[in-house]
DNA sequence: CTGAAAGCGCTTACAG
DNA sequence: CTGAAAGCGCTTACAG
């Protein structure tokens, strides 16, 4: 492969000469430019681009880690959603991205802290859903620019982060069910212990405070994000007999169509009996039958603000701050109903005997 | 940030010892290992990669461009499967993925050179569907290594490739709706200028061939990948009136799904008087009702042998040859059965009065 | 506008 | 086993 020197001796100049030609930032002479671009192209001379970043010492790359051992990585729609934001941020800015495999939790960091202190990328894009409180500390400490994509696990003062409001947008969809003319609303939620399940359960009690309804224990179930896990909270559901209620809330689609496939082998149909609503509005919402209602999370744009986060504060030479939170968007489709006014009757009465007999 | 200089220092050796220490493939005394890493991990040392990529003239990184303006190319299994078998050929090999966005057709081509000609990689895994003949061989020209995945538009000697058999997935595919007594079988295929599209048509006569079939012209179509093509499609279909198919095979899912729906707003029962094979297995194909039976291509390990074959034939300092077929899986579920004995019938006296006449 | 030199942070053949 | 030096292919402050 030419190098600099290559072109310099065809062109008859100093390699530093032919160096400002490619940089672009220095003032040439147009007949020098001339023989130069002709020499370069003559000996298909490309800059080395590993060269020029040790040099300037930045190498235009943010990095990512990704834990490619976990197969349910790769079926939702969250990765590819992020690597499009990322890939949108980068590119508008001329930037590359690095992705890295991981094959286990503490590997992720591992991997995370070697791009970093490797400087084999100039920042790195970090899903704080995989990051324990102390993590976050050490990675300041390495100096490389990171921005969170989620939000900290707690408070850490100069940490940036992007992030969806789950907690208001879980509260809008059961306020939409509620409007629906729905009281009795279950929310199914996911891995308890993490972060993005406790905050939908917040919006969700916000929801139901704020209409004056009452939460039962027993409308509250977690399906683990697995379509089973939706499936199961039906037939726990249905147990509550004439307290079971007529609408659900699914932390993922993936549980939603779980509950939808419960409902359907009870029989049950919706959205004339029951309302269904997901959460993520994955590719198969829109395709299944009937279409499944679902709270469009923005995982693009959120990867895309933190991508942009991170380079700004790379180009101007300091570290990433402040953060991002972006409203999600209710896709409204097949499986959400008004409550029949006959069901609304039935509940209205099962409402009024709740309040006296409310013992488990 | 520390480097080699410091920690040497701080040891009290030379960088060049240092440097021994890290690279791992030099003997040192354990005494002078003891202390250089005791320097080393007091000042928080670590290589720099881009210096050891310069000095090494080697990367460990693999570049992969990607059509990032293109929505659907992130609503579609493709990527993520593929990028789920890059990471684990990567991650086995000690390598990572370098990834760019492109915003055009030619941008793409362009940034495919750009990686190989700035070495910022030290090779290219080149989506071959998105390549014409020429591209190909000024890509040989650049003399880095790359592998496509797909295999090439024409006949390119020395050029590695990893693919699907996609004409005898086809083919079988449509063979097991044969045994199912299906004798009127659609193909719902595609852009009709891709490729693939072209290989599973002439799977599908393959099939027809076999059993004896006569194809008839009205039983292809093509839906462009679209979920309303294949909409559309039963839409001609049944306007072929005893002569439309009992059986339809569809080249992704998604039109797969848009038949469905073809068939159930004309209240035709699948699988009871209708069977419908996807392409693809893609993760809504589990979950809609009737579960989808599909066709799984195997993204991921074509994307692990494209990305395998290419690092071990950078780390033998040659170019990649060969190539690599994989045989797809038919995943059956619940949209496909057996004819029932009264259509059967029907249909062989359909299919007696086609050969006596057989003008368009 | 252009040249000559130093430097980015490593690796590695060559001595000893 | 370890040091000293040259080199990887660029960029850029310094002169002129």
Same mark, same amino acid.
């Given at each position: 492969?030419?190098?600099?020197?290559?072109?310099?001796?065809? !062109?008859? +100049?100093?390699?530093?000469?032919?160096?400002?030609?490619?940089?672009?930032?220095?003032?040439?002479?147009?007949?020098?430019?001339?023989?130069?671009?002709?020499?370069?192209?003559?000996?298909?001379?490309?800059?080395?681009?590993?060269?020029?970043?040790?040099?300037?010492? @930045?190498?235009?790359?943010?990095?990512?880690? +990704?834990?490619?051992?976990?197969?349910?990585?790769?079926?939702?729609?969250?990765? %590819?959603?992020?690597?499009?934001?990322?890939?949108?941020?980068?590119? &508008?800015?001329?930037?590359?991205?690095?992705?890295? *495999?991981?094959?286990?939790? =503490?590997?992720?960091?591992?991997?995370?802290?070697?791009?970093?202190?490797?400087?084999?990328?100039?920042?790195?894009?970090?899903?704080?859903?995989?990051?324990?409180?102390?993590?976050?500390?050490?990675? =300041?400490?390495?100096?490389?620019?990171?921005?969170?994509?989620?939000?900290?696990?707690?408070?850490?003062?100069?940490?940036?982060?992007?992030?969806?409001?789950?907690?208001?947008?879980?509260?809008?969809?059961?306020?939409?069910?509620? #409007?629906? #003319?729905?009281?009795?609303?279950?929310?199914?939620?996911?891995? %308890?212990?993490?972060?993005?399940?406790?905050?939908?359960?917040?919006?969700?009690?916000?929801?139901?405070?704020?209409? *004056?309804?009452?939460?039962?224990? *027993?409308?509250?179930?977690?399906?683990?994000?697995?379509?089973?896990?939706?499936?199961?909270?039906? &037939?726990?559901?249905?147990?509550?007999?004439?307290?079971?209620?007529?609408?659900?809330?699914? !932390?993922?689609?993936?549980?939603?169509?779980?509950?939808? @496939?419960?409902? @359907?082998?009870?029989?049950? $149909?919706?959205?004339?009996?029951?309302?269904?609503?997901?959460?993520?509005?994955? %590719?198969?919402?829109?395709?299944?039958?009937?279409?499944?209602?679902?709270?469009?999370?923005?995982?693009?744009?959120? !990867?895309?603000?933190?991508?942009?986060?991170?380079? =700004?504060?790379?180009?101007? #030479?300091?570290?990433?701050?402040?953060?991002?939170?972006?409203?999600?968007?209710?896709?409204?489709?097949?499986?959400?109903?008004?409550? $029949?006014?006959?069901?609304?009757?039935?509940?209205?009465?099962?409402?009024?005997?709740?309040?006296?007999?409310?013992?488990?």
């Amino acid at each position: 492969m030419p190098t600099i020197r290559d072109v310099a001796a065809k !062109a008859g +100049v100093h390699p530093s000469t032919v160096s400002r030609v490619f940089s672009g930032r220095a003032s040439i002479s147009p007949e020098t430019r001339r023989r130069v671009l002709e020499a370069a192209q003559a000996l298909n001379f490309q800059p080395n681009a590993i060269a020029r970043s040790l040099s300037e010492q @930045r190498t235009r790359t943010i990095g990512i880690v +990704v834990p490619h051992v976990f197969n349910g990585f790769f079926e939702d729609s969250f990765f %590819p959603q992020v690597m499009q934001g990322l890939l949108r941020a980068t590119y &508008a800015a001329g930037y590359r991205i690095l992705v890295s *495999g991981s094959s286990s939790h =503490q590997d992720e960091i591992d991997q995370v802290r070697e791009i970093l202190g490797s400087r084999q990328a100039d920042g790195i894009v970090v899903m704080s859903s995989r990051l324990d409180v102390d993590t976050v500390g050490t990675l =300041q400490s390495k100096g490389t620019p990171f921005v969170l994509l989620g939000h900290p696990p707690a408070d850490h003062p100069g940490v940036a982060w992007a992030d969806a409001d789950n907690r208001q947008a879980t509260r809008e969809a059961v306020s939409y069910l509620i #409007g629906l #003319g729905h009281r009795r609303i279950a929310y199914v939620g996911g891995d %308890p212990d993490v972060l993005v399940t406790k905050e939908r359960l917040q919006g969700y009690r916000d929801a139901l405070e704020a209409a *004056g309804i009452r939460p039962r224990s *027993g409308w509250i179930d977690y399906g683990y994000f697995a379509e089973d896990g939706g499936y199961q909270a039906v &037939a726990r559901m249905m147990a509550l007999g004439d307290q079971a209620p007529t609408a659900y809330y699914a !932390a993922n689609d993936l549980m939603a169509l779980g509950i939808l @496939r419960g409902l @359907r082998e009870r029989g049950i $149909p919706v959205p004339q009996a029951v309302s269904v609503v997901g959460t993520n509005d994955s %590719p198969e919402a829109g395709h299944v039958h009937p279409a499944l209602t679902s709270l469009h999370v923005p995982y693009a744009a959120m !990867a895309e603000a933190a991508a942009s986060m991170l380079i =700004q504060a790379i180009e101007e #030479g300091r570290s990433p701050t402040g953060f991002t939170l972006l409203p999600c968007r209710l896709v409204v489709r097949e499986t959400t109903g008004r409550i $029949p006014a006959e069901a609304q009757a039935r509940q209205r009465a099962a409402s009024s005997s709740q309040t006296t007999a409310n013992h488990p």
